[in-house]
């Protein structure tokens, strides 16, 4: 029996959860979030809308990529270890995992919303996946009028801005090259099989930087690699490169880490790890100013709206400030926790690695209360120990 995967095409969270269903050829239909189906039976449910959500064949309910990705990992679709055994590499794809899913958010909406001349006609055809169907052309170019200005204002909230573009470009070509390096070795981001490091990646990578007009020609003239790889996070075949190390679907050894693999998480170091600093900071203090916060009161999950307001922080030499949203504190503290619960070699080794390329600091970083996921829905927990 099939699932359904109710989403968008141009959806960075939708394409995370796509990506491991195509990959490890879960069956299933995809159905658009603006059609009546969704609007009518799935967001009563789920008391909000919000996408990515798969239906079950039992007629479960699921949002949330990660969550998703999860839940069919414990069904046993996946056709090769999505969370790494040795306690390093899980590590790594878990610090890989968050980065590209909060990380690279400044690159997505900025290629996407201030390339107007070039994209917007792409635009205006992707979101018909989220308003409403049988809409009159008029009033359908009013409601993605609406819905494309909420993102536009939503991109602001992400650092993105005329005074950072010139940042903003600057480091994404950088990232870029880098990548471009690795895969050009290794055919995933720790080796020869992909892991949630790079579902992690893949939602902007895919979603919007390499279908949105502007990014795609980008990224398929200087970075021929990293295409190939989003082409590769997106079948169901095995492809098999000779060309490249760990063909056979191995993963990279840890005495000796790719180089490659070591810039990049300088990158990270250097290009992310300054905003989840000063989110952590930041949401520490909204707890404390707001002491009837107890266990199990929501966080009005991924909302614009959460209440934690923005964070300022230093980006690249530019004065910044960003929203802050809890679902990142979620994916931190599932690379936290793996890396205290791993034993006490590994974790001596996680450090120093974390260490060498900058990272040191991230490993302490966390909120003052904990974020569970109950209902699909996003909650504190209790006071972190």
């Known amino acids: 029996m099939n699932y359904t995967l109710y989403g968008m095409a141009g959806s960075l969270y939708t394409a995370r959860a796509r990506s491991y269903m195509r990959v490890n050829a879960v069956p299933f239909t995809e159905i658009k979030a603006g059609g009546p189906e969704f609007v009518e ?37 996946s056709k090769t270890p999505v969370y790494p055994a040795d306690p390093i590499l899980l590590g790594i794809a878990h610090l890989f995992d968050l980065f590209g899913s909060h990380g690279l958010l400044r690159p997505a909406m900025h290629y996407r919303w201030n390339f107007d001349e070039v994209n917007l006609p792409f635009l205006r055809e992707t979101f018909r996946d989220v308003l409403p169907s049988g809409l009159p052309a008029q009033a359908e170019r009013q409601a993605f009028d609406h819905a494309s200005g909420r993102m536009r204002k939503a991109a602001t909230l992400f650092g993105v801005n005329a005074e950072t573009f010139a940042l903003v470009e600057k480091s994404y070509a950088r990232f870029l090259a880098l990548f471009d390096a690795h895969l050009r070795k290794h055919p995933f981001v720790l080796g020869g099989h992909p892991t949630i490091a790079d579902y992690g990646l893949i939602g902007a990578m895919y979603a919007h930087l390499a279908r949105d007009p502007a990014p795609l020609h980008l990224m398929q003239t200087t970075a021929p690699c990293v295409f190939r790889w989003v082409e590769r996070m997106n079948m169901a075949e ?22 490659t693999l070591l810039e990049l998480m300088r990158f990270i170091a250097e290009d992310y790890l300054p905003e989840i600093t000063a989110h952590v900071e930041r949401a520490n203090h909204w707890l404390a100013d707001n002491p009837e916060i107890t266990a199990g009161s929501p966080t009005n999950n991924k909302s614009m709206k959460s209440g934690l307001g923005l964070a300022p ?4 030499g530019a004065e910044i400030e960003t929203v802050v949203v809890p679902h990142r504190f979620h994916l931190l503290q599932r690379l936290t926790d793996a890396a205290n619960g791993a034993g006490d070699k590994a974790r001596e080794d996680i450090f120093d690695l974390l260490a060498n390329t900058g990272l040191e600091t991230i490993l302490t970083l966390k909120t003052d209360r904990r974020i569970t996921r109950e209902h699909n829905q996003e909650l504190w927990g209790e006071q972190a120990p």
């Open 41 to 77: 039976q799935i967001v009563p449910q789920i008391g909000r809308w919000i996408i990515p959500v798969i239906k079950t064949p039992d007629g479960a309910i699921i949002q949330d990529s990660a969550d998703i990705i999860d839940h069919l990992d414990a069904q046993g679709f």
């Open 238 to 259: 095995t492809f098999v490169d000779g060309n490249t190390a760990n063909a056979g679907g191995r993963l990279i050894g840890t005495a000796a880490l790719p180089d």
């Open 313 to 316: 922080f230093n980006w690249r």
